[in-house]
């Protein structure tokens, strides 16, 4: 069985930074494509980053220069390092393992296959 969990979301001022860690175990069954996505307060989820099979990473154009994803294939566990945070960052942040994954008009998504997704994580950004 599948299992993503997500970890190392809080409360922070702005300007603060968070490091927002998705261990994985189970076997993925082909998706080489992982991702954070984020659910705002009322809004829909929407793509953060994602890092597909090949380290292609794309990033939504307004975390790019703030946002970091990486992972640790040894320890089957992703990251997503968040600095200069600002309100508008609030949301509960989820990690996903899709197929593939692609980027069109600053929207980022899985496609190919079911996703698999995690519980997700709060981040709360206060000024």
């Known amino acids: 069985q599948v299992q993503l969990t997500e970890s190392g979301g809080g409360s922070v001022q702005v300007g603060g930074s968070l490091r927002l860690s998705c261990v994985v175990s189970?076997?993925?069954?082909?998706?080489?494509?992982m991702g954070w996505f984020r659910q705002p307060p009322g809004k829909t989820n929407k793509g953060v980053a994602t890092?597909?099979?090949?380290?292609?990473?794309t990033y939504e154009d307004s975390v790019e220069g703030r946002f970091t994803i990486s992972q640790d294939t040894a320890k089957n566990t992703l990251y997503l390092e968040m600095n200069n945070l600002k309100p508008g960052d609030t949301a509960i942040y989820s990690c996903?393992?899709?197929?593939?994954?692609?980027?069109?008009?600053?929207?980022?998504?899985?496609?190919?296959?079911?996703?698999?997704w995690g519980q997700g994580t709060q981040v709360t950004v206060s000024s």
């Open positions: 996903g393992a899709g197929v593939s994954c692609g980027k069109s008009n600053n929207v980022l998504y899985f496609f190919g296959g079911t996703v698999y």
């Open positions: 890092i597909d099979g090949a380290g292609r990473i």
């Open positions: 189970g076997d993925l069954n082909g998706r080489n494509c």
